[in-house]
């Protein structure tokens, strides 16, 4: 191996350090915000952690009315019925005291922490291309700081297609399948199957692996089709707050937050990876990495900044 080989597999091998260290830093920083100057800021007080504290709210409602209004958002819950039995174990402890709710929010806060950096350090071993690598990780690091502010579950959703996606390269599809749908109690998951079939990770057939297991934990939604509908009326829930170009702006705000930055930039280097055509892929690069920030701005700038600076 010559040196110039070498020096580029320790430079390719010292990336994600790097990033890991970001991260780190992010977190970090959110943690002293919490600390120190939540009570300094009105608007740092009502959004810092709401999204967790939205999701007890939901915890709250019970497993049947799961999809009930919650008193701390006009958002309805949307979730898909399975994520209570996920959030269970960091529930629980908060049910029984409520004073464990600090304790909960700094659980979550290492829980991304560490299931982030396992993707980080992971990822060079499944995505080869440098450029692709670094997109990744700078759509993460966005991503992360915005689910981690509000403490948002985007993180969990990010791990699991991952790993989805590490036992598909290693051919075992119904591990895959069962990973995926784990992923699935934010439906926004589902775009990961369309990416696999575009750059034929998969066919057609082997769809069956991803939507048996799918299927099957939706069977309480055929049995109760009013917790169904109620959950779909859930998904189209439209804040009248939000006055976009678009009609479905509050929609896609709700389906395509920037916190989602951290599966979409996944979703994005599966896709570039699998591209054999280096001039093709270099355009597809550059014309979707465009449109993801274009529309991130945009509906960042509609969503987000108009209501806060002129609400």
Not at 145 to 152: K, R, T
Not at 236 to 256: N, Q, T, V
Not at 284 to 306: G, H, K, M, Q
């Amino acid at each position: 191996m010559s040196i110039q080989t070498v020096d580029k597999v320790k430079e390719k091998s010292s990336i994600p350090l790097y990033f890991i260290c970001f991260f780190t830093i992010i977190t970090i920083i959110l943690i002293i915000l919490r600390i120190f100057f939540q009570d300094l800021s009105e608007w740092i007080q009502e959004t810092k952690d709401i999204d967790f504290k939205i999701l007890m709210e939901g915890m709250n409602n019970g497993l049947v009315n799961f999809y009930d209004p919650v008193a701390i958002s006009d958002w309805p819950p949307y979730y898909l019925y399975f994520w209570y039995f996920l959030f269970f174990p960091i529930y629980f402890p908060i049910y029984l005291n409520p004073n464990n709710l600090i304790v909960g929010i700094y659980i979550w806060d290492i829980l991304r922490l560490v299931l982030t950096i396992i993707i980080v350090r992971e990822a060079p071993r499944v995505f080869k291309e440098k450029k692709d690598l670094l997109i990744f990780y700078m759509l993460s690091i966005v991503g992360f700081s915005i689910d981690g502010y509000y403490n948002n579950v985007n993180f969990l959703i990010s791990f699991f297609l991952f790993y989805s996606y590490v036992f598909l390269e290693k051919d075992k599809k119904w591990i895959a399948g069962i990973l995926f749908t784990l992923a699935t109690f934010k439906i926004t998951a589902l775009l990961f199957l369309p990416v696999l079939l575009i750059v034929r990770k998969i066919k057609w057939k082997d769809l069956i692996y991803y939507l048996v297991p799918l299927l099957l934990i939706c069977i309480p939604y055929v049995i109760f089709p009013n917790y169904f509908s109620q959950m779909f009326n859930n998904w189209f829930y439209s804040d009248k707050d939000i006055h976009g170009i678009l009609i479905f702006d509050s929609i896609m705000w709700k389906a395509l937050q920037p916190s989602h930055l951290m599966f979409i930039g996944l979703l994005l280097i599966i896709f570039l990876e699998n591209l054999t055509n280096e001039d093709r892929k270099n355009l597809y690069r550059i014309i979707l990495v465009s449109i993801i920030a274009v529309y991130y701005v945009y509906l960042t700038t509609i969503v987000f900044i108009i209501p806060v600076v002129f609400g």
